[in-house]
C-alpha cells in the first residue's frame, strides 16, 4: 500500500504543470511624468553593461551598433551636453582615451527601470574605472552611468564620477 501511495504522490507531482508567473510590482515615484517604476529588462541591462565595457576597449564597432543614429551624453563634469552622430563615434572614442594607455572597468551592477509613463528604459550601471595614462600614472575612479534605451538602442547617457578611497 505504501509503494502504490508513494507511486500516487510521484505522478500527481509529476502531472503538475509548472507555471511561472511574472508580477511587474510598481514602485518609486516618477516626479515629472506623476508615475511609478517598473524593473526594465535584462536585455536592456546588458545592451548598457556591452556598451561600458565596449567603450573601455575602444570598441567603436559595438558601441554603434547598440546606439541610435543620434546619442546626447551629459559628461561627469557638468556643463552642456553633448550630440554625437553615430558616425562620430570612432572620433570621439578615439578622442576621450587619448590621454590613456589603456583602460579597465569592472562592472558592479546594472539596474533597468521603466517608468509606466514612458516609452524608455533607463539602465543605472555602476562601476569602477581603472585609468592607465600614458606617462604611467595610474588613477581610479568610482563611475554611474545612466543609460537610456528606446527599442533596443541607446539615445542617451548620464554620467557621474567619484574619486575611489
Known amino acids: 500500500m505504501k509503494k502504490i501511495s508513494l507511486i500516487f504522490i510521484v505522478l500527481l507531482f ?3 504543470d509548472n507555471k511561472v508567473i511574472e ?5 518609486g515615484f516618477d ?3 506623476d508615475a511609478k517604476f517598473i524593473m526594465g529588462s535584462d536585455e536592456d541591462a546588458q545592451l548598457a553593461v556591452d556598451l561600458v565595457l565596449a567603450f573601455a576597449k ?12 543620434t546619442v546626447r551624453y551629459a559628461p561627469p563634469q557638468g556643463g552642456k551636453m553633448i550630440t554625437s ?15 590613456y594607455d589603456s583602460i579597465k572597468r569592472t562592472v558592479w551592477n546594472a ?13 543605472t550601471v555602476a562601476f569602477k574605472e581603472d585609468r592607465f595614462y600614458k606617462d604611467g600614472k595610474k588613477e581610479s575612479v ?4 545612466r543609460i537610456f534605451i ?13 574619486e575611489m578611497e
Open 58 to 69: 575602444k570598441d567603436s564597432e559595438t558601441m554603434q551598433k547598440s546606439m541610435g543614429d
Open 23 to 27: 508580477i511587474q510590482q510598481e514602485a
Open 150 to 162: 528606446r527599442e533596443n538602442k541607446i539615445f542617451r547617457i548620464h554620467q557621474w564620477m567619484a
Open 14 to 16: 509529476a502531472s503538475c
Open 85 to 99: 552622430l553615430s558616425s562620430e563615434i570612432p572620433d570621439v572614442v578615439k578622442m576621450l582615451h587619448e590621454p
Open 111 to 123: 539596474v533597468p527601470l521603466k517608468s509606466t509613463a514612458a516609452d524608455f528604459t533607463r539602465v
Open 31 to 33: 516626479y515629472g511624468r
Open 142 to 145: 568610482r563611475l554611474v552611468d
